[in-house]
């Protein structure tokens, strides 16, 4: 009688967070959240179970968004309208024109004459400009392109306009992508084929933890490795949450690298007691092995 094949083992995903709860059709899967693969342009003839993806060939990655976990600074409130008499000065302001005079005569020359025509010599009218006619205005009124308005006026220093702040990201880690073309009939959102499990849920938020470590260190160390440094750890963790022991630490970017990878791992230990179910599928404790990457590799 022939056996029956194996089940393929569960794996973790990272499934995009802003897509809505959806529960998948029969999958290996497992994330923090319930989630069904789709994607914006679907392909009608593909059965993948998550969204296509357009990466790095011959590399292996399970995100299918890319975002930022720390949230960008808000944007400080906006300038008051100004009070009736500021408001009153920017009109005054707009309707004043600068005086202008035109050259006197007709032609003017500057310098010696290589012709050797002799030249009238006269003195410099006061605030003349190559202009073709005669402007009336205030005389000292300053110079504007276009109409004044008070996004025109000198800004303070002191007072620095806020910073433009981009379209609003996923609240997910920044991602590389693997090359991977097959995606999915579905239409929607990315998302990934996953059901959600304690385990999944709990690997995010390690996962989460340690990429914001991992970001405060590199931020704050004030030297960043060579573009492209990998950074290969294995750990293991036991059953209350705790980094029990590296077991193993390869770098290609040098000692300061893979120290600071180690730190971001070790350093919000621990990280919360595991559910009885994990403890069934994992045991006392499980070895993971993790890539840190700087840059784009």
């Known amino acids: 009688m022939p056996r029956k094949p194996k089940a393929p083992p569960p794996k973790f995903v990272e499934t995009n967070p802003d897509a809505p709860e959806n529960m998948p059709d029969n999958t290996t899967n497992f994330a923090a959240q319930n989630q069904q693969a789709a994607q914006e342009k679907p392909k009608l003839d593909s059965k993948g179970d998550h969204a296509a993806t357009e990466g790095k060939k011959d590399f292996e990655s399970t995100q299918i968004v890319t975002g930022q976990l720390t949230p960008p600074t808000d944007a400080p409130p906006p300038e008051p309208p100004p009070t009736p008499e500021i408001a009153k000065a920017i009109e005054k302001a707009a309707e004043a024109r600068k005086a202008e005079n035109p050259l006197p005569g007709f032609e003017k020359r500057e310098g010696p004459s290589l012709e050797g025509y002799g030249m009238n010599k006269a003195p410099a009218t ?73 385990y999944g849920a709990y690997l995010q938020r390690l996962l989460d933890t340690v990429q914001m470590q991992f970001d405060k260190l ?61 403890i069934a599928m994992l045991g006392e404790s499980q070895d993971f092995v993790w890539k840190f990457y700087y840059g784009t590799p």
């Open 126 to 198: 006061d605030k003349a400009t190559a202009v073709p006619e005669k402007v009336e205005g205030v005389k000292d009124a300053p110079t504007t392109v276009g109409d004044l308005s008070p996004s025109q006026i000198a800004v303070d220093p002191r007072k620095p306009q806020p910073r433009p702040i981009l379209a609003k990201q996923p609240r997910t880690r920044p991602a590389i992508f693997a090359e991977d073309l097959v995606g999915t009939k579905n239409i929607g959102p990315a998302g990934y084929d996953a059901k959600w499990s304690n």
């Open 218 to 278: 590199v931020e704050n160390s004030g030297v960043y490795p060579p573009t492209g440094t990998v950074v290969t750890i294995k750990f293991r963790m036991d059953k209350t949450g705790a980094i029990a022991e590296i077991i193993s630490v390869e770098s290609t970017g040098g000692s300061q690298a893979a120290s600071l990878c180690t730190t971001a791992i070790t350093a919000r230990s621990p990280y919360g007691l595991w559910s009885d179910d994990m």
